[in-house]
Each structure stands twice: as structure tokens, then as C-alpha cells.
T-cell receptor, first 115, second 111 residues
């Protein structure tokens, strides 16, 4: 079974500051890793994903994440945030190589960017 | 816009009732997933269909059922509704099983 822990439920940050949203996972098998963003009253949008290869993954809107297998982490970073980045961010995993692919989500981190 | 559509956007109903939520996947996507998002449980996987067949089940209650039709759209049926079923229900589609694209969701309120 897999589980995902997002260590911070809320992260307040000032505009143009860097931000890191932390995600740790637990799994007995290899996994794919994802970050999704949910803007208020909207669905989930894929930010980035790690399937294989380079452990540093770049996504949309200037976000990037680094897969660390030894620490079972997949932290999301952005060097300079904007007001428009205010949203809830979800880390998710799915088992590697399966034919099912259902996502297991963390509880989410609410990013609040202040002017 | 992900290309996944869900209807209705909002649904208000009473306890004990039955509702049907509809999802149209992205063109060409064979997999459809249903998720429930609630304040206390977070985002939870309910069920997956692939090309008309059930592929995986998650935390789906026996009162809930789903199906995927030959045109690949899917319906989630919720019956004997309880207050605790109030939630946001998302549908997602995928060409295979690596990347899922989410619809805007259906917000269900059970009174």
C-alpha cells in the first residue's frame, strides 16, 4: 500500500519569495509521483510528474520538484512566487508498472501568497 | 481546460435520494477515474474503468456504483444518500494510466 504525507497544511509566503512545499511518501513498490494544483472552485491541474529519468522535474508556471529515492521525498519548489500561485497543492503517487494507476493523494498544502 | 467535462456542476438533494453524476473523458482516453474530495477525508479514489470494464476499486461505498458506456462516458450513481456524502466528486481521464486529467467536479450537497 502507498501513503503520502504533506508536512505542511498551510504555507504563507510573501510575493517574490521562494517557496518549498514538502511531500514524503511511503510505498513497498516503485511509484510515479505527481503534483497537482487546485485553484479555488476549480478542478485539479497537473503541475508536473516524475515517471523515470532525471530526478529534477520541471513543470508549468515555473515550478520544479526533485525526487529523492533515499528520503522518499518529492518536494515542490518555486524560486519566486506570485499572487496568482495562491492555491492548494496536492502531492500524489501511483504504483509503477500497474495497469490501474489510481492516485493516492496527500492531504494538500494551502499556499497563500501575500503582497 | 483539461478536456474532461462533468455534469451537473452543482447538485442539491435530500437524504435518502439517488443521484447520477456524468463524466465525459478527453477524446481518445480509455480510462476514467472517480474521486471524492471532502474536508475530513481529503481526495479519495473511488473507482476506475478502462474501456468499459471495471479496473480498480478504492474506498467506494456499496451504495455507490459506476459504469462506463461504449462511447466511453461514465456515470457515478449515488443512492440512499446521507449527509456525509456531501462532497466534491471529480472525474479524471487518462490515455493509459500514467497521467490523469481532471474535470471541474460536481459539488454535491445532501440536506
Amino acid at each position: 500500500a502507498q501513503s503520502v504525507t504533506q508536512l505542511d497544511s498551510q504555507v504563507p509566503v510573501f510575493e517574490e519569495a521562494p517557496v518549498e512545499l514538502r511531500c514524503n511518501y511511503s510505498s513497498s513498490v516503485s511509484v510515479y509521483l505527481f503534483w497537482y494544483v487546485q485553484y479555488p472552485n476549480q478542478g485539479l491541474q497537473l503541475l508536473l510528474k516524475y515517471l523515470s529519468g532525471s530526478t529534477l522535474v520541471k513543470g508549468i508556471n515555473g515550478f520544479e520538484a526533485e525526487f529523492n529515492k533515499s528520503q522518499t521525498s518529492f518536494h515542490l519548489r518555486k524560486p519566486s512566487v506570485h499572487i496568482s500561485d495562491t492555491a492548494e497543492y496536492f502531492c500524489a503517487v501511483s504504483p509503477y508498472g500497474g495497469s490501474q494507476g489510481n492516485l493516492i493523494f496527500g492531504k494538500g498544502t494551502k499556499l497563500s501568497v501575500k503582497p | 481546460d483539461s478536456g474532461v467535462t462533468q455534469t451537473p456542476k452543482h447538485l442539491i438533494t435530500a437524504t435518502g435520494q439517488r443521484v447520477t453524476l456524468r463524466c465525459s473523458p478527453r477524446s481518445g482516453d480509455l480510462s476514467v477515474y472517480w474521486y471524492q474530495q471532502s474536508l475530513d477525508q481529503g481526495l479519495q479514489f473511488l473507482i476506475q474503468y478502462y474501456n468499459g470494464e471495471e479496473r480498480a476499486k478504492g474506498n467506494i461505498l456499496e451504495r455507490f456504483s459506476a459504469q462506463q458506456f461504449p462511447d466511453l462516458h461514465s456515470e457515478l450513481n449515488l443512492s440512499s444518500l446521507e449527509l456525509g456524502d456531501s462532497a466534491l466528486y471529480f472525474c479524471a481521464s487518462s490515455p493509459g494510466w500514467e497521467t490523469q486529467y481532471f474535470g471541474p467536479g460536481t459539488r454535491l450537497l445532501v440536506l
